[in-house]
């Protein structure tokens, strides 16, 4: 008997401890990229944090005005990420999602039927306007694009996050 009440005051004063509560991860589809119109499911570069935020509550984090790269969203899980204060969307080499184009690790070669010639060209980079403002493909060392980089401004005023 005096067993059953010491293990019954041994878990009531547990109780305290035992009050977690399961938190459902906010659940968001695959993204699908418009390399074309410049938009990430509609949402384009020019869009406000809180418009982002609302259409895709599942970002991983976030970086507040003043910080590093100004007000961005980031999906690192997905390899996408929101410069809205510098409105530029950024699509990284591990991307999880659908794409209009298969741009990613595609020949700098083979850019050119979808994309005409570039208005800027580096060695490691060309930006091509288009119809809603500039695309960035950064490329890696054997030639092959592995960052996408959108804005729905031109070139003369684009600010990348560096």
């Given amino acids: 008997m005096k067993r059953n009440l010491l293990l019954l005051l041994l878990l009531i004063s547990m109780m305290p401890f035992a009050q977690a509560q399961l938190k459902a991860k906010a659940a968001c589809g695959p ?48 390899d996408i990420y929101f410069y809205t204060e510098r409105q530029y969307i950024e699509i990284g080499p591990s991307f999880k999602g659908k794409m209009s184009l298969p741009i990613l690790n595609a020949s700098r070669g083979s850019l050119f039927k979808w994309l005409g010639n570039p208005t800027i060209k580096d060695s490691n980079w060309d930006a091509f306007q288009t119809q809603y403002g500039t695309l960035v493909l950064h490329y890696n060392s054997a030639n092959k694009v592995k960052l996408i980089q959108f804005s729905n401004k031109g070139t003369d005023e684009l600010s990348l996050c560096q």
Wanted: a neutral charge; charged letters at 30%.
């Fill in 31 to 78: 993204f699908s990229v418009d390399v074309l119109n410049g938009t990430v499911d509609n949402i384009k570069p020019n869009f406000t944090h809180d418009e982002i935020k609302l259409k895709y509550p599942c970002f991983t984090s976030e970086e507040q005005k003043g910080g590093k790269c100004g007000t961005a969203l980031f999906f690192k899980d997905r």
